[in-house]
Structures are given as C-alpha cells and as structure tokens.
C-alpha cells in the first residue's frame, strides 16, 4: 500500500511517522514543509506524558510551571503549574515531527498540491511537480484546505482567527489575558530566544490586531524587530459537528483539517498528534471504518460539547459577574478552583464533565474564597 499524506503539519507528519515505521510506503506532500506560526506551540502534560519524545530534550523548548491569568473587574491571579506546558517555537517543532518520518522512511516532497482526483485504484495526487499514484490519502494540509472535497467544511461561522508577533524577548511566565466582549484572548508565550505574543477570536482580523496592538503598548512589548503572523483556525459552532467530514472512501482527515481544534482555547496541537496517531493506527490495522469511530470517542464528542459551553464562557456570567472574572478570582482564592484550572492546563479535564466539577465543588470552593478574603495575606 502507498499512503499519501497531503500537509505537512504536526498532524501530517506524525501520521506519516506512524506509517513509515509499520513498512507503509508513505509520501508527504507540504508546499513548505516546516514554517512558524503564531500560535503558541504549547504542548500539554497529556500530550508529552502520551508521547515521551516530546519531551526527551533533543528539540529546543522552553519548560514553563508559571502562569497568569487576567480578567476585567479580577485581580490576577497567578497558577504555578504542577505538570509544566512544553513551548516549542512551531517551526522547531514541525521541523523536528517531519525529521522523525524522514527517518522512519517517509518520503517528503517539497511542493504544492494542486488536487486530488479518485481513480480505480486508488488517488492520483497532482503536484506541481507533477502526478503521483498512491491507494489511500490523509488529509493533513490546515484549516486552509484547498481540496474541498476532502476534510471539514469550513464556513466563515465555523473559523476563528490567530494572529500575533514573534518578540523577540524574554520572559518565563505564560501570560493570557481575557476582554468584555472577546470570543478569545491574549496570550504570552515565553518560547526558546522569542515571545510568542498574539491573541486569537472571532472577529475580524483589522480589530484582533488593534486589541493586540494596544495590550503590547499598555505592557511595554515593543513590535521593534518583531514578525507578524496570521492564520485561520477551525472553531466548529455546535451544528456542524453533525455534519463535519472526517473520513471517506480512501481518505481521512486529521489535525485542523479536520475541524480537531477546541473551541474555547483554540489548543490543536494534542488533537493534531492523536488523531495522525489514529488514522496510522487503522491504515497499518486495514480496519479503515474504526477512525472516525475512535476519534469521535476520544475527541470529538469533547469538543462539540466545549463548542456549545463556548458562548457562555465568554459571554455568559456566573454569580453575578462574568464567567471569565469569576474564573480569575477562583482561581486566585480558592485551592479546590485551582486544583481544576491545574487540569484544565494538563490537558486531563475534559470538558464534558466540567460543569458537574464545578457545581459540586461550589460550596467547598465559595467558603475558600470567602475564608480567604477575611484574610488578607493569602490573597496572592
């Protein structure tokens, strides 16, 4: 069998990984192989706790415990991480995934895909290079698929925005920061040599940078020396879930492409490595039908779920404030909070059962705050 994998990305390339080192005859299609982005490139203890060799050094990241959250109308508060988030610079990262399928035995093509038409036997992947033959194709090329018939679906509804500057600076918190009004947030990303410093949402690209702009003048980060970025990410609205493609006759889609980003954080870099992991997984097994199967088990039904608290966590209030402030004040004032925001952070809280933990721990959490704010010391 020869598999063709069009993209690149973390995705991509740990599905070709996957399939090279079972014997598959892999080939991966990417116009640039590896480029950075101004996503974080945060990778969470549920990732590299998966998959060890994330974490085994040889790759520049940055091990960061600190971080701190900020809201209107909420004092900071600071979360010290108990399993610190891996922060690669994504050029290093995708640079490092497609080294590891090169050596497992996949063979990387440095073009653009130009379509992707079924035949008899299989898929005839047009390249700017020219044509390839193969018997089965993943879709790994972004949120920016140019082949519309295979992956998500994207409406303008269903896509938020990333964009955000490469700093160069150094820090070593995470900085996120939340606004009335904002479907999203800030963030800072201390990575290895640079900042990556960017807000994503849904809004208009025009007023996300103003947003950006300002914070970066208000907290001294200057965008002397700076790159800018910008890029499309999935955010699937609860509806199109239903409807969302992830496999056919011959083909998978994994990663952004996909629609596998959550929708409340815009993290996709776990979602990307799992589901390549999964549709190796039923390539190698020839058990094609159980993919979509068992990455609605482990992924998607978490995400639609977050895709429907999405609204009210960002628009919605709890106890008489905004759920973003009364996040940041839980989190500064109350133990059992922070125990869930530090699963939140590992990755190990699935959305599905938050609201539950939440309400259940409300009088444990309302008389910790309240305990705390009659003393006044240990507010920080």
Not at 211 to 233: C, D, P, Q
Not at 342 to 351: H, M, N, S
Request: proline fraction near 4%.
């Amino acid at each position: 069998m020869k598999v063709a994998v069009l993209g690149g990305g973390p995705s991509g390339a740990f599905a070709a990984e996957r399939l090279a080192a079972a014997g598959v005859d892999t080939i991966v299609f990417d116009e640039k192989l590896a480029w950075e982005k101004p996503c974080g490139g945060g990778l969470t203890w549920k990732a590299y706790s998966q998959y060890p060799f994330l974490n085994d050094g040889a790759t520049a990241r940055k091990v960061v415990s600190d971080s701190v959250l900020t809201a209107p109308g909420a004092k900071p508060a600071r979360l010290r991480l108990d399993h610190p988030i891996l922060i690669f610079s994504r050029y290093d990262l995708n640079s490092m995934l497609l080294n590891r399928a090169q050596k497992a035995g996949a063979q990387l093509e440095r073009t653009r895909v130009l379509g992707a038409d079924r035949t008899d036997r299989g898929w005839s992947i047009r390249t700017k290079n020219g044509t390839v033959d193969t018997d089965f194709c993943i879709m790994a090329a972004g949120a920016r698929n140019p082949l519309k018939n295979l992956g998500t679906e994207l409406t303008a509804a269903d896509s938020m925005t990333a964009l955000g500057y490469y700093v160069p600076a150094d820090r070593d918190q995470i900085d996120i920061e939340f606004f009335a009004g904002l479907a999203g947030y800030v963030w800072v990303f201390p990575r290895c040599g640079h900042l990556s410093v960017g807000i994503c949402g849904k809004e208009p690209a025009p007023s996300l940078r103003a947003r950006l702009l300002r914070y970066m003048s208000e907290h001294g980060i200057s965008t002397e020396g700076a790159t800018y970025y910008g890029h499309v990410l999935p955010s699937l609205e609860a509806r199109a879930w239903e409807r969302n493609r992830v496999s056919g006759e011959g083909w998978m889609a994994v990663g952004d492409a996909a629609g596998l980003v959550d929708p409340i954080t815009g993290e996709g870099l776990y979602y990307a490595l799992r589901s390549g992991d999964l549709a190796a997984e039923s390539i190698i097994a020839e058990k094609h039908g159980t993919y979509a199967t068992k990455l609605k088990k482990e992924i998607s039904e978490d995400l639609e779920f977050a895709s429907r608290l999405a609204a009210h966590f960002f628009h919605g209030s709890f106890l008489w404030g905004s759920v973003t402030s009364r996040m940041v004040q839980f989190t500064r004032l109350s133990p059992s909070f922070r125990a869930l925001m530090q699963d939140l952070f590992a990755g190990t809280q699935p959305y599905l059962g938050l609201r539950e933990r939440v309400w259940g721990n409300l009088n444990l959490s309302l008389r910790e705050i309240a305990r705390n704010k009659l003393v006044p010391q240990r507010e920080a």
